[in-house]
């Protein structure tokens, strides 16, 4: 399987915001991370297109925009224009999944879902082969550093067994709680794409990046 890293810029240095993403991607990051909040669907407001906009001279890496909005379909077609590669919507946010899934599809970008940690898999049933990527969340969302919620473990597996039985190319990605030390476990469990904040941007975020690059490697 092969594994992808993405920093979320939530835990990045705002001030320095570029250079910190030019940072992680010279070390190898794939994807850099962009969780867009909008003070409803979650507690808090983030960022929204200007920032990302800005940030798209800095790298040519994956541009993974999760939307912790209500009513994600209605901003799908701005966040493309900013320079989004991804965009994960919550199911728990979208009144008409299908469609805005099939929107994000229709703009030729790849289109995830992503699912709160009480959400259980089998929301996604008739929707999963239409996917590029689910999301498991396993924090709730709306803040950083919190701590792992163990039991989503068993969401990813069950996901996994699921991908894996019908053959589909669909990522695994997981945000909440990630570090350098709990990383092999969820990999274990089935997941390939990895979220990490302040597991990152909390010290050497070059030093970090390849930390996780390397254990990786070790488990390909």
């Known amino acids: ?4 890293l993405a920093p979320s810029i939530l835990a990045a240095d705002f ?13 190898g990051a794939e994807y850099i991370h962009l969780d867009v909040m909008d003070g409803a669907f979650v507690p808090s ?17 994956v541009f993974d925009v999760h939307m912790m909005v209500e009513e994600p379909g209605r901003y799908v077609e ?28 229709d703009l030729g970008l790849k289109a995830g879902v992503a699912l709160n940690p009480a959400t259980p898999i089998q929301a996604l049933d008739c929707i999963l082969d239409q996917l590029d ?28 067994a699921r991908i894996d039985q019908l053959g589909l190319p669909v990522d695994i990605q997981v945000d909440g709680g990630v ?22 941007f909390g010290g050497d975020a070059a030093a970090r990046t390849k ?10």
């Open 1 to 4: 399987m092969y594994y992808k």
């Open 133 to 160: 990527m689910v999301l498991i969340m396993t924090v709730n969302p709306g803040f950083g550093g919190q701590k792992f919620i163990p039991y989503t473990l068993d969401k990813v597996r069950g996901l996994r």
């Open 15 to 27: 001030g320095n915001l570029g250079a910190q993403v030019r940072t992680v991607a010279q070390a």
């Open 78 to 105: 701005d966040m493309k224009a900013c320079g989004a590669d991804i965009i994960t919507v919550h199911a728990e946010a979208c009144t008409h999944l299908d469609r805005v899934v099939n929107q994000i599809k």
């Open 211 to 220: 930390e996780f690059l390397e254990i990786f490697s070790s488990m390909e």
């Open 45 to 61: 407001i983030s960022f929204g297109m200007p920032v990302i906009k800005s940030l798209r001279s800095c790298t040519d890496a």
């Open 179 to 200: 570090s350098a030390h709990n990383v092999k476990e969820i990999m274990d469990a089935g997941a390939n794409v990895f979220v990490a904040g302040s597991a990152v």
